[in-house]
């Protein structure tokens, strides 16, 4: 039987564990996903960036941007694009806040059999 999309979103952390201008990054299937709350909207991004593989995480946030704290590159909350070059964007990930859980879609568990 194939799961229906909705089915893969699994619960990350508590609503209540993010914090304002700061990521809250968790692990999930092997994958470090960095979450950021932002005027009452939750973003998940892949943990890594794509220049030098540093934690997105544990750069600034401002403004619904991410920046590097490894390298300085900027990605846009919302569409995981790199500043400059729209093109260029790192995995994100859907985000539904269910009660007191913030849950976010794994889109490789889509297709999975029970």
Same mark, same amino acid.
């Given at each position: ?17 993010? /914090?304002?201008? !700061? *990521?809250?990054?968790?692990?999930? =299937?092997?994958?470090?996903? *960095? ?10 991004? /892949?943990?890594? &960036?794509?220049? &030098? ?9 401002? !403004?619904?941007?991410?920046? &590097?704290?490894? &390298? ?21 990930? /859907?985000? !539904?806040? =269910? ?5 976010? *879609? ?5 297709? /999975?059999? =029970?």
């Amino acid at each position: 039987m194939r799961r229906r999309v909705s089915d893969s979103y699994v619960p990350v952390v508590r609503r209540a564990a993010l /914090e304002r201008q !700061r *990521a809250t990054v968790v692990r999930r =299937d092997g994958v470090a996903i *960095a979450l950021f709350a932002v005027d009452g909207v939750v973003h998940a991004l /892949e943990d890594q &960036c794509l220049r &030098c593989s540093g934690s997105l995480g544990a750069g600034a946030q401002v !403004r619904g941007l991410a920046i &590097c704290a490894g &390298c300085g590159w900027v990605y846009d909350l919302a569409t995981g694009a790199v500043e400059g070059v729209p093109g260029l964007r790192t995995e994100r990930f /859907e985000v !539904r806040i =269910d009660g007191p859980d913030v849950r976010i *879609a794994l889109p490789w568990r889509s297709g /999975e059999s =029970d």
